[in-house]
């Protein structure tokens, strides 16, 4: 039971969006944060060279000065990280928690996210924003930087579920917008060899692991033994030969075609 105030729908859809535009800057200042912490990591910054020690010897390819901010930036982010964490388990403890793509009727709960419902808003942010961290994680290096302000710009652009569209006609508009507003910021350093190399834009083949893993979660648990994540690579393992061709029609647009796509894709699971 919520003992927090019932807000009228444009109230609420405003009180999200600035919630996460501050988070954002929050994210933003952290993502800025570890880049800093790297700076006098030669490997890192993509250099030839070792790391450079605390000391800084002599034949160091940094400055002292580069060394001295580089470890305020580590100790700075060790306490963001450990702040961040503290407050979100006081104050939201579901926030940092991905909805599961095997709960029953998310899919649904999740499709009508466009409407008035306050609820319906924060689980569309959070399904979306947490998917996309936790397949980064796999497939990237961070620092990377995802954007929930725009996930949410995405959610207000495909408008409510119409009572007669399917779930392939809801995700295909949902990619094509999530694309749009393009929520990854920063991907860091992408494994050449992952998924999500197969598509020019990460937002791409990110979004499309996300969507079609609920898509498939939506038809059942594979096993008892597969978790989210591990859920994750088995979908981007079985997209992966369709994501140049998905990439095309959503960067065309081809509302008709990605359908067709995404019906297809559902077939092979």
């Known amino acids: ?12 859809s405003h009180a999200a969006s600035v919630a996460a535009n501050a988070r954002d800057g929050l994210r933003t200042a952290h993502y800025f944060v570890q880049e800093l912490a790297t700076a006098d990591d030669p490997v890192a910054q993509g250099e030839l060279g070792r790391r450079v020690a605390w000391l800084l010897p002599a034949d160091a390819p940094t400055s002292l000065i580069t060394g001295f901010i580089a470890q305020n930036a580590r100790i700075a982010d060790r306490v963001m990280h450990w702040s961040s964490g503290g407050a979100a388990s006081l104050l939201a ?17 999740i499709s009508a996210a466009g409407g ?3 609820t319906a808003h924060a689980l569309f942010n959070a399904y979306f924003h947490q998917a996309i961290v936790q397949i980064l994680d796999r ?9 929930e302000n725009r996930i949410d710009a995405a959610r207000r652009s495909i408008g409510s579920q119409r009572p007669d ?37 990460p937002n791409v083949s990110v979004a499309a692991v996300a969507g079609m893993a609920l898509l498939f979660g939506a038809q059942g648990r594979p096993t008892p033994q597969t978790d989210e994540n591990r859920f994750f690579g088995i979908v981007g393992a079985l997209i992966a030969p369709h994501l140049a061709a998905v990439e095309r029609l959503i960067v065309a647009e081809d509302v008709s075609g990605l359908e067709a796509e995404l019906t297809t894709l559902q077939t092979i699971y």
């Open 1 to 12: 039971m919520s003992f927090l105030p019932r807000l009228p729908g444009s109230l609420g």
């Open 93 to 109: 403890p579901e926030r940092g928690i991905l909805p599961s793509p095997f709960q029953r009727n998310l899919m649904r709960e």
């Open 116 to 118: 008035r419902s306050f």
């Open 139 to 147: 497939h990237a290096k961070p620092p990377f930087l995802v954007l």
């Open 165 to 201: 569209a399917s779930d392939v006609s809801f995700m295909t508009r949902t990619l094509i917008a999530l694309v749009r507003a393009a929520p990854i910021a920063e991907a860091g350093a992408i494994d050449p060899k992952s998924v999500l190399a197969k598509t020019k834009d």
